[in-house]
């Protein structure tokens, strides 16, 4: 709990900022005993079981880190927010349908992403060669 305080204190940062942020970036913990309680992350199934619910977990957290920074290949608009938002709840439900459904969600938004940082690198490139 004193983590963050201490960090700020060193980084000559916002203490209250800082801890927020933390907070923010802590949330997954609260989502981890649930996997516990309700997939096979404690590698109770068969293997292949166990590694879907490797996979499917760390899907669901970097989707729910994403949600929490609304930052992915650019900041995320309201619309990806929410479509990532619901992939990773998806992504914690230990159905393989609900899991295919999340990862298709998040191939989309990564792409989109992905077209838009393009777009706008080619947009600041092309500012720059006019400015010189």
């Not at 201490?6 to 900022?17: E, H, L, N």
């Not at 880190?65 to 619309?79: C, D, E, H, P, W």
Request: net charge positive.
């Amino acid at each position: 709990a004193m983590g963050p305080f201490a960090a700020a204190a060193i980084a000559g940062a916002d203490p209250m900022k800082t801890g927020w942020s933390c907070f923010r970036f802590a949330k997954i913990i609260y989502v981890m005993p649930l996997l516990f309680a309700y997939s096979h992350i404690l590698f109770t199934g068969t293997p292949t079981e166990n590694l879907w619910a490797v996979f499917s977990a760390t899907l669901g957290t970097v989707l729910f880190s994403i949600v929490g920074t609304a930052y992915f290949y650019v900041k995320t608009t309201l619309v990806e927010w929410l479509i990532l938002a619901f992939a990773s709840f998806l992504a914690f439900v230990p159905i393989l349908g609900t899991e295919i459904a999340a990862l298709a969600l998040f191939a989309a938004v990564y792409f989109w992403q992905r077209k838009r940082a393009s777009a706008l690198a080619n947009a600041a490139q092309a500012v720059e060669i006019t400015i010189k």
